[in-house]
């Protein structure tokens, strides 16, 4: 079999001697940082996904653990792949990767922006007043409305049928096969093809690689949100607006094109990585599998006399194998205990990597694109950090294993404490008019408003922005007048206080304060009361919240890079404490472990947790969709109380695998002084066997002399 870089049986020549360790970690580091970019999108545009087909959060967690159910169904792959041609099976995962995000585009192009996003842009709503007549049309927000109830056409209930959540759904299913296939089988590759001193360094390497695809991602993110979700049409809201929808499907065209590129490549490196067989070895530079051993020998004529037993058969797994395999690693206690450690740390983080972009959203006022492109790539800084730091330090120093996991106890206490920390990084919830925060009661009716027939309307903020008061609409505003895209006036319900409005110094006001009497707004002094108090402007009043955003950035990358720093060794006990023909499977019991207990219901975990904080919810068809406003307050306190439960419990495992692993050899230096007696005594056998041969010479000689 070709040691060749080649697909197909086709080995160019420009392509030869290009198969080596370097390589390969530049491919399958890029690749990672592909795949990892995928991952950070669908994060990043996760709400507007939600806003667009109109999904609560605890559905969205349900469609995202089709990644993770995939990887359990999968395990059978790395179980057969760890012994194949692994390359190219990762070759088949990434293929899928890229399958999968062509059928998250798919949505788009088979409904297109949706009504509510085209009802928003400036060419609908000119066509809208050209053709308006007496009566106020019911798409546009203002006073007085005719009261008609909600009409369900049929590209409404298109965008709240189950099509688009079953095409995300089967998308990450398949995403979730390419990537057990990714991390189960590549980083075994990478450890079978090299020295193990040098795995932690290289792992480091590959780690901290694909830890710069987030940082991409999230710019990509940034990218395809900041254009509208058609680009040819000029939105009249703004990217803070809680209604803007990016254009979330180009990022998908994007990321499956390059996947696709990719998958190429891997599946051009052979099934092992060839070896130099001509340098002589140094003591401590010998291969790791023994069979080069012999190679390295000086020539003898004649066979030894005793067959040397060598770990050269391959070990081919079958179905009748497959029980006992699985024996095997559910019965060894630091695999396991490593496991569950990952399982609690997981779900402790599941809230910030699946959420992290609402999490921005609700507790610091930022837009879609805006709020994860900042915090993202800081946090990814310490992660970065954290791999390149520990992989060095742990190659060069080689801690021994009771204080390097004992640093994995320190550094899950941090983590803990982070989290604690994170629920006093809050800002003051404004609210919005007719909404007690205390009660979570909604009265949206008021006498200024009684008239309106607002009932219908969906929710479409607007902000006065003397007082920095919002409401619900500018129906609820009791605004009867258009007076641009952007702004609408003659509205009736704005709040009293002209003292404080003159001062420029407004106080939010309850809904039981009076308010503006529709009649008397033509009596009033147009000098005491200028014109910007009798209007509102499209949009929500943003809250300054730069100091708690500003606080939450910088901890989430020093917990990051605390965080990070011990992953190296949780892997490296993963790959120490099994015997090398279950490394692949153990890898991929691992993902199943994690998946199972972890990813899948993690993201469910948290949407709930997140839905049963919203006040206002999105209606179509009498279907509950989406949430458009939560409680801030309680939002941040739910989350981050059982975020830091379960980390807690994760460092309580973390302790046990300190414990149980004391003795475990991390870098392979029982096996390095194994595979040097065992040359020492090839080496002892050859010499005795030309000593042996030189004195059958040395005999025939005298006898010759005899006769």
Known sequence: MSKDCGICGIYPKWLRNRATPRNFIAVYGLLGTVQAMAFIYIVVTLTTLEKRFKIPSRTTGLILSGNEISQILSLILTYYGGSSHRPRWIAVGVGLSALSCIVLALPHFIYGPGKDALALTKEYLDQTLLNMTTTVPNDLT????????EQCDAETMLSVSLLPRLLVFFSQFILGIGTTLYYGLGQTYLDDNTKKKNTPMLLGFTFALRTVGPAIGFLLGYGCLSLYIDPKLHPVITKKDPRWLGAWWLGWIILGVTMGMFAILIAMFPRNLPTSKDTPKQDGEIPLKLDLTLQQKPPIQMEPTKPIPLE??????????????????????????????????????????????????????????????????????????????????????????????????????????????????????????????????????????????????????????????????????????????????????????ES????????????????????????????????????????????????????????????????????????????????????????????????????????????????????????????????????????RYLVNITSAGFSIVGVLFDAAVCYLGKDLDLYGAAEDDRRREFVKEDVAIDYADKKKEANGNLNQRLEHSHL
């Open 142 to 149: 203002i006073c007085s409305r005719t009261d008609q109830p």
């Open 312 to 497: 050269t058969d391959e070990y081919i797994p079958t179905i009748r194998e497959f029980p006992k395999a699985m024996k095997r690693i559910l019965t060894n206690w630091l695999l396991t205990c490593n496991n569950i450690s990952a399982v609690f740390y997981i779900l402790g983080a599941s809230a910030y990597i699946t959420f992290l972009a609402k999490y921005l959203e609700v507790q610091y006022s930022t837009s879609a694109a805006g709020g994860t492109v900042i915090a993202g790539p800081i946090s990814l800084l310490g992660m970065v950090l954290g791999f390149l730091l520990s992989g060095l330090i742990i190659s060069k120093f080689k801690p021994g294993p009771r204080p390097l996991l004992a640093w994995n106890v320190f550094v899950g206490i941090c983590f803990v404490a982070g989290q604690v920390s994170f629920m006093f990084f809050g800002c003051s919830d404004a609210g919005i008019r007719g909404v007690d925060l205390e009660t979570m009661q909604m009265n949206l009716t008021a006498g200024c408003n009684a008239d309106c027939n607002c009932a219908s309307v969906k929710y479409s903020p607007v902000c006065h922005e003397p007082s920095k008061t919002t409401f619900f609409s500018a129906c609820h505003a009791g605004c009867r007048t258009i007076l641009d895209d952007k702004q609408f006036g003659n509205c009736s319900c704005l709040p009293l206080g």
């Open 500 to 635: 404080e409005q003159v001062g420029g110094h407004f106080e939010y006001l309850s809904s039981s304060r009076s308010f503006i009497p529709e009649q008397q707004m033509h009596l009033l002094d147009s000098q005491a009361f200028p014109a910007i108090f009798d209007k509102v402007k499209a949009g929500p009043c943003i809250s300054e919240c730069n100091g708690p955003y500003l606080l939450f950035m910088v901890l989430t990358c020093v917990i990051q890079t605390l965080a990070c720093s011990g992953k190296i060794g949780n892997v490296l006990v993963n790959y120490r404490c099994v015997e090398k023909r279950d490394k692949s499977f153990a890898q991929g019991v691992t993902i199943m472990i994690v998946s199972l207990f972890a990813l899948i219901p993690g993201p469910i975990i948290y949407g709930v947790i997140i839905d049963s904080t919203c006040l206002i919810w999105e209606e179509s068809c009498g279907t509950r969709g989406n949430c458009w406003f939560h409680h801030r307050e309680n939002f």
